[in-house]
């Protein structure tokens, strides 16, 4: 299994960004998708996860309203829709994948992507 994860950048306090993750894998429907982060001195937290098949899914309460986890089916992609973003989501986020059970752990992931930068300034 392999991710590949894309879309971080540069913006102000409010805006948005798009994350991509695409995964290369044979068979995918009994994975689950989540999106991590690591800020600057701070261990990673779990942001969100997807399970692929019936799209389950789960937020950090942090991040609970603003950001949406979806997948496209079609293209094995895993997308992480941040709106109203804040300082303090600055962050590298990584994507990650693991078989069946949802978590929040990021030890239980097996398969991790390389990250994406994420600054959002006041």
């Known amino acids: 299994v392999q991710l590949q994860a894309s879309g971080g950048g540069s913006v102000q306090a409010g805006g948005s960004l798009r994350l991509s993750c695409v995964v290369s894998?044979?068979?995918?429907?009994?994975?689950?998708m989540g999106w991590f982060r690591q800020a600057p001195g701070k261990e990673r937290e779990f942001v969100a996860s997807?399970?692929?098949?019936?799209?389950?899914?789960d937020y950090a309460d942090s991040v609970k309203g603003r950001f949406t986890i979806s997948k496209d089916s079609g293209k094995t992609i895993v997308y992480l829709q941040m709106n109203s973003l804040r300082p303090e989501d600055t962050a590298v986020y990584y994507c990650?994948?693991?078989?069946?059970?949802?978590?929040?752990?990021?030890?239980?992931?097996?398969?991790w992507g390389q990250g994406t930068l994420v600054t959002v300034s006041s």
């Open positions: 997807i399970r692929w098949s019936g799209g389950s899914t």
């Open positions: 990650a994948a693991k078989w069946m059970v949802m978590t929040r752990t990021a030890n239980e992931y097996d398969y």
């Open positions: 894998v044979r068979t995918f429907s009994n994975y689950v």
